[in-house]
Protein backbone atom coordinates (compact mmCIF):
# COMPACT_ATOMS: atom_id res chain seq x y z
CA UNK A 1 0.00 0.00 0.00
CA UNK A 2 1.40 3.42 -0.84
CA UNK A 3 1.70 6.04 1.93
CA UNK A 4 0.77 9.51 0.64
CA UNK A 5 2.34 12.41 3.54
CA UNK A 6 0.25 14.87 4.31
CA UNK A 7 0.34 17.74 1.11
CA UNK A 8 -0.40 20.75 1.19
CA UNK A 9 -3.60 21.97 -0.02
CA UNK A 10 -5.09 19.37 1.47
CA UNK A 11 -3.27 19.94 4.48
CA UNK A 12 -4.28 23.58 4.86
CA UNK A 13 -7.91 22.91 3.74
CA UNK A 14 -8.20 20.07 5.74
CA UNK A 15 -7.17 21.57 9.48
CA UNK A 16 -6.88 25.27 8.65
CA UNK A 17 -6.33 26.07 12.09
CA UNK A 18 -3.23 23.67 12.93
CA UNK A 19 -2.15 25.07 9.16
CA UNK A 20 -1.85 28.36 10.95
CA UNK A 21 -0.15 27.47 14.19
CA UNK A 22 2.77 25.56 11.44
CA UNK A 23 2.48 28.53 9.54
CA UNK A 24 3.24 31.16 12.06
CA UNK A 25 6.03 29.04 13.88
CA UNK A 26 7.45 28.26 10.92
CA UNK A 27 7.68 32.70 10.01
CA UNK A 28 8.60 32.93 13.24
CA UNK A 29 11.96 31.09 13.42
CA UNK A 30 12.30 32.74 9.79
CA UNK A 31 11.79 36.25 10.71
CA UNK A 32 13.94 36.00 14.24
CA UNK A 33 16.53 33.92 11.67
CA UNK A 34 17.17 36.78 9.76
CA UNK A 35 16.79 39.80 12.58
CA UNK A 36 19.85 38.11 14.26
CA UNK A 37 21.39 37.04 11.26
CA UNK A 38 21.40 40.79 10.77
CA UNK A 39 22.68 41.85 13.99
CA UNK A 40 25.07 39.13 14.12
CA UNK A 41 26.71 40.04 11.09
CA UNK A 42 26.66 43.71 10.95
CA UNK A 43 28.66 43.32 14.09
CA UNK A 44 30.99 41.11 12.63
CA UNK A 45 31.58 43.39 9.67
CA UNK A 46 34.05 45.40 11.79
CA UNK A 47 36.77 43.01 11.89
CA UNK A 48 36.93 43.02 8.30
CA UNK A 49 40.30 43.25 6.83
CA UNK A 50 39.15 45.83 4.73
CA UNK A 51 36.97 48.67 4.14
CA UNK A 52 35.88 47.25 1.19
CA UNK A 53 34.86 44.00 3.05
CA UNK A 54 33.17 45.55 5.84
CA UNK A 55 30.80 47.37 3.45
CA UNK A 56 30.15 43.92 1.66
CA UNK A 57 28.89 42.50 5.05
CA UNK A 58 27.08 45.27 5.37
CA UNK A 59 25.12 45.00 2.55
CA UNK A 60 24.67 41.26 3.10
CA UNK A 61 23.53 42.14 6.86
CA UNK A 62 21.00 44.97 5.33
CA UNK A 63 19.33 42.56 3.26
CA UNK A 64 18.82 40.32 5.87
CA UNK A 65 17.26 43.11 7.44
CA UNK A 66 14.91 43.61 4.46
CA UNK A 67 14.15 39.84 4.46
CA UNK A 68 13.08 40.25 8.38
CA UNK A 69 11.29 43.08 7.43
CA UNK A 70 9.38 41.18 4.57
CA UNK A 71 8.14 38.20 6.70
CA UNK A 72 7.13 40.33 9.77
CA UNK A 73 4.71 41.91 7.22
CA UNK A 74 3.74 39.05 6.08
CA UNK A 75 2.99 37.82 9.23
CA UNK A 76 1.15 41.71 9.70
CA UNK A 77 -0.71 40.33 6.97
CA UNK A 78 -2.38 37.57 8.54
CA UNK A 79 -3.23 39.47 11.52
CA UNK A 80 -0.21 38.23 14.19
CA UNK A 81 2.61 39.90 15.67
CA UNK A 82 6.23 39.39 14.37
CA UNK A 83 7.64 40.11 18.15
CA UNK A 84 4.60 38.02 19.77
CA UNK A 85 5.35 35.14 17.35
CA UNK A 86 9.17 35.05 17.13
CA UNK A 87 9.27 34.73 20.79
CA UNK A 88 9.02 31.43 21.42
CA UNK A 89 12.34 30.74 19.16
CA UNK A 90 14.85 33.53 20.81
CA UNK A 91 16.31 31.41 22.72
CA UNK A 92 17.21 28.54 20.43
CA UNK A 93 18.28 31.13 17.79
CA UNK A 94 20.52 33.01 19.70
CA UNK A 95 22.29 29.83 21.08
CA UNK A 96 22.67 28.33 18.19
CA UNK A 97 24.71 31.90 17.74
CA UNK A 98 26.75 31.48 20.76
CA UNK A 99 27.33 27.95 19.80
CA UNK A 100 28.81 29.40 16.52
CA UNK A 101 30.54 32.19 17.13
CA UNK A 102 33.09 33.55 14.34
CA UNK A 103 36.72 33.55 15.78
CA UNK A 104 37.21 36.41 12.65
CA UNK A 105 36.05 37.73 9.63
CA UNK A 106 36.84 34.51 7.34
CA UNK A 107 34.58 32.22 9.77
CA UNK A 108 32.27 35.04 9.96
CA UNK A 109 31.50 35.26 6.13
CA UNK A 110 31.77 31.69 5.56
CA UNK A 111 29.17 31.21 8.05
CA UNK A 112 26.76 33.48 6.37
CA UNK A 113 27.45 31.70 3.28
CA UNK A 114 27.00 28.32 4.89
CA UNK A 115 24.19 29.14 6.90
CA UNK A 116 21.90 31.53 4.59
CA UNK A 117 22.12 28.43 2.09
CA UNK A 118 21.28 25.50 3.95
CA UNK A 119 18.05 28.03 5.79
CA UNK A 120 17.21 28.54 2.05
CA UNK A 121 17.40 25.23 0.60
CA UNK A 122 15.16 24.09 3.76
CA UNK A 123 12.45 26.90 3.58
CA UNK A 124 12.33 25.58 -0.24
CA UNK A 125 11.84 22.10 0.46
CA UNK A 126 9.04 23.07 2.83
CA UNK A 127 7.92 25.84 0.57
CA UNK A 128 5.76 23.50 -1.55
CA UNK A 129 3.46 22.78 0.91
CA UNK A 130 2.27 25.89 2.22
CA UNK A 131 -0.24 28.15 0.36
CA UNK A 132 1.04 30.80 -2.63
CA UNK A 133 1.48 33.73 -0.60
CA UNK A 134 3.83 32.25 2.13
CA UNK A 135 5.46 30.48 -1.03
CA UNK A 136 5.96 33.91 -2.31
CA UNK A 137 7.39 35.61 0.80
CA UNK A 138 9.65 32.32 0.83
CA UNK A 139 11.05 32.97 -3.09
CA UNK A 140 11.34 36.89 -1.73
CA UNK A 141 13.39 36.72 0.74
CA UNK A 142 16.09 34.09 -0.39
CA UNK A 143 19.68 35.54 -0.82
CA UNK A 144 20.38 36.14 -4.30
CA UNK A 145 22.46 34.28 -6.52
CA UNK A 146 24.80 37.71 -7.36
CA UNK A 147 25.16 37.70 -3.35
CA UNK A 148 25.86 33.77 -2.16
CA UNK A 149 28.43 34.72 -5.57
CA UNK A 150 30.28 37.61 -4.04
CA UNK A 151 30.61 35.81 -0.93
CA UNK A 152 32.17 32.92 -2.17
CA UNK A 153 34.21 34.52 -4.41
CA UNK A 154 35.71 36.39 -1.28
CA UNK A 155 36.10 33.33 0.15
CA UNK A 156 38.04 31.73 -2.40
CA UNK A 157 40.53 34.99 -2.76
CA UNK A 158 40.93 34.47 0.70
CA UNK A 159 41.49 30.74 0.80
CA UNK A 160 44.11 31.15 -2.31
CA UNK A 161 45.89 33.84 -0.32
CA UNK A 162 45.75 32.37 3.13
CA UNK A 163 46.20 27.92 2.22
CA UNK A 164 46.71 27.82 6.16
CA UNK A 165 42.67 28.55 6.04
CA UNK A 166 41.55 25.45 4.08
CA UNK A 167 41.97 23.03 7.06
CA UNK A 168 40.55 25.39 9.89
CA UNK A 169 37.54 26.64 7.36
CA UNK A 170 36.67 22.62 6.13
CA UNK A 171 36.60 22.00 10.02
CA UNK A 172 34.44 25.08 10.56
CA UNK A 173 32.01 24.36 7.67
CA UNK A 174 31.78 20.77 9.02
CA UNK A 175 30.50 21.91 12.65
CA UNK A 176 28.25 24.97 11.21
CA UNK A 177 26.07 22.24 9.12
CA UNK A 178 26.26 20.16 11.83
CA UNK A 179 24.59 22.86 14.56
CA UNK A 180 22.21 23.90 11.68
CA UNK A 181 20.97 20.17 11.35
CA UNK A 182 20.89 19.86 14.76
CA UNK A 183 19.01 23.00 15.12
CA UNK A 184 16.42 22.00 12.32
CA UNK A 185 15.73 18.76 13.89
CA UNK A 186 15.26 20.32 17.37
CA UNK A 187 12.74 22.38 15.86
CA UNK A 188 10.97 20.27 13.75
CA UNK A 189 10.52 17.64 16.76
CA UNK A 190 9.92 20.75 19.46
CA UNK A 191 7.32 22.89 17.39
CA UNK A 192 6.41 20.16 14.81
CA UNK A 193 7.07 22.04 11.45
CA UNK A 194 8.25 18.61 9.95
CA UNK A 195 5.95 16.32 11.61
CA UNK A 196 3.04 18.85 9.72
CA UNK A 197 4.69 19.60 7.06
CA UNK A 198 6.32 16.65 5.76
CA UNK A 199 4.66 13.85 7.75
CA UNK A 200 4.55 12.27 10.95
CA UNK A 201 7.94 11.13 12.74
CA UNK A 202 5.84 8.23 14.86
CA UNK A 203 5.46 6.73 11.28
CA UNK A 204 8.31 5.20 9.76
CA UNK A 205 7.54 6.35 6.17
CA UNK A 206 7.56 9.43 7.40
CA UNK A 207 10.71 8.97 9.17
CA UNK A 208 11.76 8.40 5.83
CA UNK A 209 10.83 11.54 4.14
CA UNK A 210 12.36 13.94 7.40
CA UNK A 211 15.55 11.95 7.03
CA UNK A 212 15.39 12.03 2.79
CA UNK A 213 15.25 15.93 3.17
CA UNK A 214 17.90 16.47 5.77
CA UNK A 215 19.94 13.92 3.60
CA UNK A 216 19.64 16.61 0.27
CA UNK A 217 20.45 19.31 2.72
CA UNK A 218 23.65 17.88 3.33
CA UNK A 219 24.38 16.41 0.15
CA UNK A 220 23.60 20.60 -0.98
CA UNK A 221 25.85 21.77 1.66
CA UNK A 222 29.21 19.39 0.49
CA UNK A 223 28.63 20.17 -3.50
CA UNK A 224 28.75 24.00 -1.96
CA UNK A 225 32.09 22.95 0.34
CA UNK A 226 33.38 21.10 -2.80
CA UNK A 227 33.00 24.85 -5.05
CA UNK A 228 35.68 26.45 -2.41
CA UNK A 229 38.31 23.32 -2.70
CA UNK A 230 36.87 22.08 0.66
CA UNK A 231 36.49 18.89 1.84
CA UNK A 232 32.62 18.73 3.49
CA UNK B 1 36.01 96.84 7.71
CA UNK B 2 34.13 94.25 6.81
CA UNK B 3 35.43 90.46 6.73
CA UNK B 4 34.10 88.51 4.32
CA UNK B 5 34.97 84.82 4.72
CA UNK B 6 35.88 82.29 2.05
CA UNK B 7 32.24 81.34 0.43
CA UNK B 8 31.16 78.29 -1.82
CA UNK B 9 31.62 79.38 -5.14
CA UNK B 10 34.57 81.57 -5.07
CA UNK B 11 36.56 79.11 -3.11
CA UNK B 12 35.05 75.92 -5.57
CA UNK B 13 36.39 77.89 -8.46
CA UNK B 14 39.28 79.64 -7.13
CA UNK B 15 41.06 77.17 -5.48
CA UNK B 16 39.81 73.85 -7.51
CA UNK B 17 42.29 71.48 -6.64
CA UNK B 18 42.11 72.84 -2.25
CA UNK B 19 38.27 72.82 -3.19
CA UNK B 20 38.01 68.72 -4.08
CA UNK B 21 41.06 68.32 -1.28
CA UNK B 22 38.55 69.72 1.82
CA UNK B 23 35.12 68.02 -0.15
CA UNK B 24 36.87 64.45 -0.41
CA UNK B 25 38.10 64.60 3.10
CA UNK B 26 34.40 65.85 4.51
CA UNK B 27 32.78 62.90 2.49
CA UNK B 28 35.62 60.39 3.72
CA UNK B 29 34.50 61.45 7.39
CA UNK B 30 30.90 61.18 6.42
CA UNK B 31 31.20 57.84 4.92
CA UNK B 32 33.16 56.42 7.88
CA UNK B 33 30.57 58.07 10.08
CA UNK B 34 27.67 56.51 8.45
CA UNK B 35 29.52 52.91 7.95
CA UNK B 36 30.79 53.21 11.58
CA UNK B 37 27.25 54.23 12.94
CA UNK B 38 25.55 51.57 11.46
CA UNK B 39 27.87 48.53 12.56
CA UNK B 40 27.42 50.14 16.19
CA UNK B 41 23.86 50.48 16.12
CA UNK B 42 23.19 47.34 14.44
CA UNK B 43 25.29 45.33 17.01
CA UNK B 44 23.85 47.38 20.22
CA UNK B 45 20.28 46.31 18.82
CA UNK B 46 21.03 43.04 20.44
CA UNK B 47 20.77 44.23 23.61
CA UNK B 48 16.81 45.64 23.16
CA UNK B 49 14.48 45.40 25.40
CA UNK B 50 11.98 44.02 23.56
CA UNK B 51 11.98 42.52 19.75
CA UNK B 52 9.83 45.83 18.27
CA UNK B 53 12.68 47.88 20.15
CA UNK B 54 15.56 45.73 17.95
CA UNK B 55 13.31 46.12 14.85
CA UNK B 56 13.53 49.56 15.23
CA UNK B 57 17.05 50.36 15.83
CA UNK B 58 17.90 47.93 13.17
CA UNK B 59 15.76 50.34 10.58
CA UNK B 60 17.54 53.03 12.22
CA UNK B 61 21.05 51.17 11.18
CA UNK B 62 19.56 50.08 7.48
CA UNK B 63 19.32 53.89 7.23
CA UNK B 64 23.05 54.90 8.39
CA UNK B 65 24.20 51.80 5.59
CA UNK B 66 21.44 53.17 2.84
CA UNK B 67 23.57 57.13 3.81
CA UNK B 68 27.07 55.41 3.64
CA UNK B 69 26.11 53.86 -0.09
CA UNK B 70 24.80 57.16 -1.22
CA UNK B 71 28.12 58.88 -0.26
CA UNK B 72 30.09 56.12 -1.30
CA UNK B 73 28.28 56.22 -5.07
CA UNK B 74 29.26 60.33 -5.02
CA UNK B 75 33.02 59.63 -4.25
CA UNK B 76 32.93 57.30 -7.55
CA UNK B 77 31.04 60.07 -9.45
CA UNK B 78 33.99 62.27 -8.25
CA UNK B 79 36.71 59.26 -9.38
CA UNK B 80 37.14 58.42 -5.95
CA UNK B 81 37.45 55.42 -4.35
CA UNK B 82 35.55 55.29 -0.96
CA UNK B 83 37.91 52.64 1.01
CA UNK B 84 41.09 55.13 -0.14
CA UNK B 85 39.01 58.28 1.29
CA UNK B 86 37.65 57.22 4.53
CA UNK B 87 40.81 55.35 5.33
CA UNK B 88 42.75 58.64 7.67
CA UNK B 89 39.61 59.01 9.60
CA UNK B 90 39.38 55.46 10.59
CA UNK B 91 41.12 55.61 13.55
CA UNK B 92 39.58 58.70 14.90
CA UNK B 93 36.14 57.94 14.39
CA UNK B 94 37.00 54.27 16.20
CA UNK B 95 38.15 56.12 18.90
CA UNK B 96 35.53 58.00 19.29
CA UNK B 97 32.73 55.19 19.64
CA UNK B 98 35.47 53.71 22.16
CA UNK B 99 35.30 56.51 24.36
CA UNK B 100 31.69 56.65 24.44
CA UNK B 101 30.49 53.09 24.56
CA UNK B 102 26.80 52.81 25.79
CA UNK B 103 26.47 50.72 28.88
CA UNK B 104 23.13 49.70 27.64
CA UNK B 105 20.41 49.88 25.07
CA UNK B 106 19.14 53.41 26.34
CA UNK B 107 22.64 55.18 25.98
CA UNK B 108 23.05 53.24 23.01
CA UNK B 109 19.62 55.00 21.42
CA UNK B 110 20.44 58.54 23.20
CA UNK B 111 23.69 58.47 21.31
CA UNK B 112 22.14 57.79 18.17
CA UNK B 113 19.91 60.20 18.74
CA UNK B 114 22.11 62.88 19.97
CA UNK B 115 25.01 62.02 17.84
CA UNK B 116 23.19 61.78 14.27
CA UNK B 117 21.30 65.34 14.99
CA UNK B 118 24.21 67.44 16.05
CA UNK B 119 26.17 65.56 12.97
CA UNK B 120 23.29 66.52 10.89
CA UNK B 121 23.34 70.19 12.09
CA UNK B 122 27.53 70.51 11.41
CA UNK B 123 27.02 68.92 7.66
CA UNK B 124 24.15 71.31 7.24
CA UNK B 125 26.44 73.97 8.06
CA UNK B 126 28.77 73.70 5.82
CA UNK B 127 26.82 72.45 3.16
CA UNK B 128 26.01 75.77 2.19
CA UNK B 129 29.56 76.53 1.14
CA UNK B 130 29.73 73.20 -1.02
CA UNK B 131 28.77 72.55 -4.59
CA UNK B 132 25.20 71.66 -6.13
CA UNK B 133 25.85 68.03 -6.33
CA UNK B 134 27.23 67.44 -2.53
CA UNK B 135 24.43 69.71 -1.25
CA UNK B 136 22.38 67.28 -2.79
CA UNK B 137 23.73 64.44 -1.50
CA UNK B 138 24.46 65.96 2.23
CA UNK B 139 20.02 66.40 2.21
CA UNK B 140 19.59 63.07 1.12
CA UNK B 141 21.84 61.77 4.06
CA UNK B 142 19.56 63.22 6.94
CA UNK B 143 18.17 61.57 9.33
CA UNK B 144 14.30 62.13 8.66
CA UNK B 145 12.18 63.92 10.51
CA UNK B 146 9.69 60.81 11.04
CA UNK B 147 12.96 58.50 12.32
CA UNK B 148 14.22 61.34 14.40
CA UNK B 149 11.06 61.81 16.36
CA UNK B 150 10.76 57.63 16.35
CA UNK B 151 13.99 57.68 18.78
CA UNK B 152 12.80 60.85 20.41
CA UNK B 153 9.43 59.31 21.64
CA UNK B 154 10.93 56.25 22.29
CA UNK B 155 13.51 57.76 24.47
CA UNK B 156 10.47 59.60 26.13
CA UNK B 157 8.73 56.33 27.13
CA UNK B 158 11.64 55.08 28.49
CA UNK B 159 12.57 58.40 30.67
CA UNK B 160 8.73 58.21 31.53
CA UNK B 161 8.56 54.58 33.03
CA UNK B 162 12.09 54.87 34.17
CA UNK B 163 12.19 58.13 36.13
CA UNK B 164 15.83 57.39 37.37
CA UNK B 165 17.06 57.49 33.97
CA UNK B 166 16.96 60.92 33.93
CA UNK B 167 19.91 62.01 35.42
CA UNK B 168 22.05 59.46 33.62
CA UNK B 169 21.01 59.82 30.49
CA UNK B 170 21.35 63.95 31.07
CA UNK B 171 25.36 63.23 31.79
CA UNK B 172 25.65 60.77 29.36
CA UNK B 173 24.18 63.50 26.54
CA UNK B 174 26.64 66.11 28.11
CA UNK B 175 29.50 63.59 27.80
CA UNK B 176 28.39 62.59 23.87
CA UNK B 177 27.76 66.20 23.11
CA UNK B 178 31.43 67.18 24.52
CA UNK B 179 33.03 64.60 22.80
CA UNK B 180 31.49 64.73 19.46
CA UNK B 181 32.31 68.69 19.63
CA UNK B 182 36.15 67.48 20.25
CA UNK B 183 36.07 65.45 17.91
CA UNK B 184 34.49 67.89 15.10
CA UNK B 185 37.03 70.54 16.03
CA UNK B 186 40.09 67.96 16.57
CA UNK B 187 38.53 67.04 12.73
CA UNK B 188 38.54 70.58 12.10
CA UNK B 189 41.99 71.43 12.91
CA UNK B 190 44.04 68.39 11.64
CA UNK B 191 42.34 68.02 8.19
CA UNK B 192 41.21 71.71 8.21
CA UNK B 193 37.80 71.34 6.96
CA UNK B 194 36.65 74.19 8.83
CA UNK B 195 39.55 76.88 7.91
CA UNK B 196 39.38 75.94 4.09
CA UNK B 197 35.53 75.82 4.49
CA UNK B 198 34.61 78.66 6.67
CA UNK B 199 37.26 80.67 7.83
CA UNK B 200 40.98 80.90 8.48
CA UNK B 201 41.58 79.74 12.32
CA UNK B 202 44.77 82.15 12.42
CA UNK B 203 42.30 84.97 11.52
CA UNK B 204 40.89 85.90 14.66
CA UNK B 205 37.59 87.10 12.91
CA UNK B 206 37.18 83.41 11.58
CA UNK B 207 38.30 82.00 14.90
CA UNK B 208 35.41 83.69 15.35
CA UNK B 209 33.21 81.94 12.86
CA UNK B 210 34.17 78.85 13.93
CA UNK B 211 33.28 79.87 17.54
CA UNK B 212 29.75 80.61 16.43
CA UNK B 213 28.97 77.53 14.16
CA UNK B 214 30.24 75.53 17.64
CA UNK B 215 27.99 77.42 19.74
CA UNK B 216 24.82 76.88 17.19
CA UNK B 217 25.26 73.43 17.25
CA UNK B 218 25.49 73.36 20.94
CA UNK B 219 21.99 75.42 21.06
CA UNK B 220 20.65 73.22 19.37
CA UNK B 221 21.49 69.87 21.23
CA UNK B 222 20.04 71.86 24.65
CA UNK B 223 16.82 72.16 22.32
CA UNK B 224 17.03 68.65 21.51
CA UNK B 225 18.00 67.75 25.11
CA UNK B 226 14.97 69.79 26.69
CA UNK B 227 12.29 68.37 24.47
CA UNK B 228 13.46 65.58 26.27
CA UNK B 229 12.87 66.85 29.55
CA UNK B 230 16.59 66.64 30.26
CA UNK B 231 19.12 68.95 31.74
CA UNK B 232 21.55 69.78 28.71
Known amino acids: MQHVPSVPDEFETSDPRRYRIFLLDLLGVMAYGELSAFERLSSDARFSPTLNDRATLGQRAVAEFSHYELIAAHLGSLGADAQEIMGPFVASIDAFHDRTRPADWYESIMKAYVIDAISADF ?50 GRRLVGEALTQAQRLGIERAFLEGLIGNPQDSEDTDHVAKLFASLTRAHSRRMNLLGLTA
Open 123 to 172: YLALSRHLDPQTQRVISEVQVTEAQSDALMNRLKDALADHPRLSSRLALW
